[in-house]
């Protein structure tokens, strides 16, 4: 079964700093886009960023660009999501997903997304003063 674990989640301050990472379990996520996701409360769950099985193709949603970093260690079978210059809007639980049409360029749209039915727990992130 294919499965993803989220963490580095917490509570910071406006202008704060986060790591993300997403753990494929039992899988090999190496050639798979990965995408995060954010759910925000009370609003449905939206694409942020996307990183290809290469690490080569990016994409950014507009509310990420200029401040987060998705990276990909493909080695440690893991995903990463830097987050600078946070923003109360930035709190949500973030969630990974693979593309499970392997060897694709990042779909920029997301709508692999939708089609991934085996989300994890997610980490949340919360920013506020």
């Known amino acids: 079964q294919v499965q993803l674990v989220e963490s580095g989640g917490g509570s910071v301050q406006p202008g704060g700093s986060l790591r993300l990472s997403c753990v494929a379990s039992?899988?090999?996520?190496?050639?798979?886009?990965i995408g995060w996701f954010r759910q925000a409360p009370g609003k449905g769950r939206e694409g942020v960023s996307c990183?290809?099985?290469?690490?080569?193709?990016?994409h950014y949603a507009d509310s990420a660009k200029g401040r987060f970093t998705i990276s990909r260690d493909n080695g440690k079978n893991t995903v990463y999501l830097q987050m600078n210059s946070l923003k109360p809007e930035d709190t949500g639980v973030y969630f990974c997903?693979?593309?499970?049409?392997?060897?694709?360029?990042?779909?920029?749209?997301?709508?692999?997304?939708?089609?991934?039915?085996?989300w994890g727990q997610g980490t949340r992130v919360t920013v506020s003063s």
């Open positions: 039992g899988w090999n996520l190496t050639y798979y886009s």
């Open positions: 990183v290809s099985s290469n690490g080569v193709d990016i």
């Open positions: 997903a693979p593309d499970l049409v392997p060897l694709k360029n990042c779909d920029g749209a997301y709508t692999f997304g939708p089609r991934y039915d085996s």
